[in-house]
């Protein structure tokens, strides 16, 4: 996550933090936003309209040019055998990149233990669909070549310092393609979501009281009806939002685009601080949450 450089806050804390039962004047903050879709959509829209809405050309020229970068790099790598598969590499283009994500979908649809499965001939499998739309060498190249972000091009340059370079072109245009098509309701809510994963990976957690115990932990910003408008990854220690402040930094990232227009966020004690609803009432943002008793 990157810190929003522009975001001015001031650093007093509020010392008088004793509760009263005396009732106190609220700022009436007026919700100044229409919310709602802020691009035009069709009539009769179907889903695969509102799909492409999301990702866009941008989106297919982004993983086209990374997996033709890979893929060239690959190529070029000493030892390539002159009959693997990677020799038999083409460019791909936009088109080949949507029908490749369309049978990844498809795959979660349609169940099977083993890829190869999807492009046999026996009457018990037979799904044409694959096989009328990408060759399965085809399918399984395009896999292995498939990036978002391009891997450092000199063994001796500096290794990223970011854990999430690898797809952190594809975080970033989701927040943003969602900023410029949709503007929220004035509720919104902030929490944390697990990703299953069990695998090794240096920022796995483990969340006792979850459903999936283990897994990546997301940070989301999301409306009522469970719409997310941004998210952003824990990716552990070495986290830019870590250290003194961290929750409350997370929470001025993720709606860092919403200051000003009047919101109410609601959030559990995780997040919310005294400190934190004291720089959200600056940028006229109502908070409502519980408090942890220290």
Not at 37 to 54: R, T, W
Not at 56 to 77: C, H
Request: net charge neutral; glycine share 4%; hydrophobic share 35%.
């Amino acid at each position: 996550m990157s810190t929003e450089s522009n975001l001015e806050f001031t650093d007093t804390i509020t010392t008088n933090n004793t509760w009263t039962t005396n009732e106190t004047d609220l700022f009436n903050f007026t919700f100044v936003k229409q919310p709602g879709l802020l691009v035009s959509v069709p009539e009769n829209g179907k889903p695969i309209d509102f799909f492409f809405m999301c990702f866009d050309e941008d989106f297919y020229e982004l993983i086209a040019r990374e997996t033709n970068n890979y893929a060239e790099s690959e190529f070029l790598r000493v030892g390539v055998a002159e009959r693997s598969r990677i020799s038999q590499w083409k460019p791909k283009d936009r088109d080949e990149i949507i029908a490749f994500i369309s049978l990844v979908i498809h795959t979660g649809i349609i169940k099977l233990n083993r890829l190869n499965d999807y492009w046999k001939n026996h009457h018990l499998f037979n799904f044409t669909c694959f096989s009328n739309y990408m060759s399965r060498d085809r399918f399984l190249l395009l896999l292995r070549c498939f990036h978002f972000s391009q891997n450092p091009t000199d063994q001796s340059e500096n290794i990223p310092t970011d854990r999430l370079f690898k797809i952190r072109p594809l975080i970033n245009y989701f927040n943003t393609k969602m900023n410029n098509i949709y503007y929220p309701s004035k509720e919104l809510s902030l929490d944390e979501s697990i990703v299953l994963w069990r695998g090794r990976l240096i920022f796995r957690q483990y969340i006792q009281n979850k459903c999936h115990k283990y897994g990546v932990k997301l940070y989301m910003h999301t409306e009522p009806n469970s719409l997310i408008i941004k998210f952003a990854v824990y990716t552990g220690i070495l986290d830019d939002q870590g250290g003194k402040g961290h929750a409350a930094n997370i929470v001025l990232h993720l709606v860092s685009e919403k200051l000003n227009n009047g919101h109410s966020i609601y959030m559990d004690n995780f997040y919310n601080s005294i400190y934190l609803a004291e720089q959200l009432l600056q940028k006229k943002i109502y908070c409502t949450g519980t408090l942890r008793s220290n």
